[in-house]
């Protein structure tokens, strides 16, 4: 099938991603949005991980899971459930859920739960604060304490909060891009906007708690605080784009630190992986390209959606983290354009002529121009427990998109 051919099909399917809206919906636990989660059930980023164990830091997010379930008394008691294959591991991508960096999601981990228009939900859990963080891998007292406070104390304050609110996420990732951010990489004017809204909220409904001033000050520590609603509402975006026979179309992106996966609409849920790669790294001190674990997680689910390494020339100061130069931006911002099947009327980028973001990754102009999708990520280290050691841009191989457009092809 040319590339041509597939035009007529992706375009209009792309629609939905402007059409969209998407709001936040509740604060709950795990267990309570996914009924499968039990004392030995976890949620994990990627594709399915099959017979591979977990990779480093993802097991010691599990030991932290486990501790933090009461499954395991002792990290070394965690360990060993793990080792014995005594857990049952399933991807969030399948489950409606999204899992940043190693994505694990036990049933007690506070999460949020986005719904869109047309009913369709998905959840995940939140930013963790600045410093050490479960789902980077770490397992210490503190960092299990915090989240026991965020499931305790933050989550049904905000619950009270967002009940029935209608608190529009696509329109404050629509904002924030015209004030330079991305929705992956930076999510800085996104996060000033949320904590507005959901401050005002609080006042609103007359909301007290002797812990409201610690639950302001956590929220505003971290300037990334709604990255986790922004991959989320794109999550949904991506995964409203219809499933139908002969589409190109990826509806998912996502890395288990083995294996990196997408989805195609027009093969419903069958996953095409490859190696996770690497990826250029600007790394925190202390730390050598060698400490870098492959990328992992399901936040490209941004990029699935036209936002983050999609949408990089909206984000200056990410691009100057990232060592790019005018010219690099430009000529990336042109590449991506070239494996997509449709331009935005509703997210646009102020200092690219307002032009509206790339969307629709094609797996047909992948394979025909030789151009793989650039996605953001957080980078871990090698080493269990460590965490994240800095960010980078990854290319990502181009097998998956090849092995896609072949099954299409002979689909037809």
């Keep these: ?11 209009p399917d792309t629609a939905v991603l402007d059409e969209l809206q998407v709001f936040l919906h509740s604060f709950e636990p795990a267990g309570r949005v996914c009924p499968q989660l039990d004392e030995r059930t976890f949620l994990h980023a990627g594709p399915p991980l099959g017979p591979d164990a977990p990779p480093a830091p993802m097991r010691s997010a599990l030991v932290g899971a486990l501790l933090l ?7 070394g008691e965690a360990g060993r459930l793990i080792d014995d294959g005594r857990l049952t591991l399933l991807p969030c991508a399948d489950h409606g859920a999204l899992g940043a960096l190693t994505g694990i999601i036990s049933r007690s981990m506070p999460v949020a739960v986005v719904r869109d228009a047309r009913g369709g939900t998905a959840f995940g859990t939140l930013g963790e604060g600045a410093g050490p963080c479960l789902r980077a891998g770490h397992h210490d007292p503190r960092t299990l304490d915090r989240l026991r406070w965020v499931a305790g104390v933050v989550a049904p304050v905000l619950r009270r909060a967002c009940e029935d609110a209608q608190l529009n996420l696509t329109r404050i990732l629509r904002t924030a891009l015209t004030q330079g951010d991305d929705g992956h990489s930076r999510t800085t004017a996104g996060t000033a906007h949320l904590l507005v809204q959901l401050t005002g909220l609080l006042l609103k409904r007359g909301i007290s708690s002797p812990e409201l001033a610690r639950i302001l000050r956590w929220m505003t520590a971290d300037p990334q605080f709604f990255g986790a609603f922004a ?3 794109a999550r949904l975006l991506a995964r409203a784009i219809p499933e139908r026979p002969g589409s190109p179309l990826v509806r998912t992106l996502v890395s288990n630190g083995h294996r990196f996966g997408i989805q195609v609409a027009g093969l419903g849920g069958r996953w095409f992986t490859a190696p996770a790669p690497v990826g250029s790294a600007v790394l925190f001190g202390g730390h050598s390209p060698a400490d870098v674990h492959p990328v992992i997680g399901d936040s490209f689910a941004a990029e699935a959606a036209g936002f983050g390494a999609m949408a990089l020339s909206a984000a200056p100061a990410a691009t100057d983290h990232l ?12 590449r991506m354009r070239s494996i997509t099947s449709a331009t935005s009327t509703r997210y646009r980028i102020p200092g690219d002529g307002s032009t509206g973001i790339p969307q629709g990754i094609d797996v047909h102009r992948v394979v025909a121009r030789g151009v793989t999708p650039l996605v953001t990520t957080g980078l871990l280290h090698r080493t269990p427990g460590t965490g994240r050691i800095g960010t980078g841009l990854a290319e990502l ?13 002979s689909a037809c």
């Design 323 to 334: 060592g790019l130069s005018a010219a690099e931006v430009r000529a990336h911002a042109l």
């Design 69 to 75: 379930e009461g499954t395991a008394a002792t990290p």
């Design 397 to 409: 191989p181009i097998a998956p998109f090849l092995a896609a457009s072949r099954a299409l092809t």
């Design 1 to 11: 099938m040319s590339t041509a051919a597939t035009e007529p099909l992706a375009a």
């Design 231 to 233: 991959v989320l509402t």
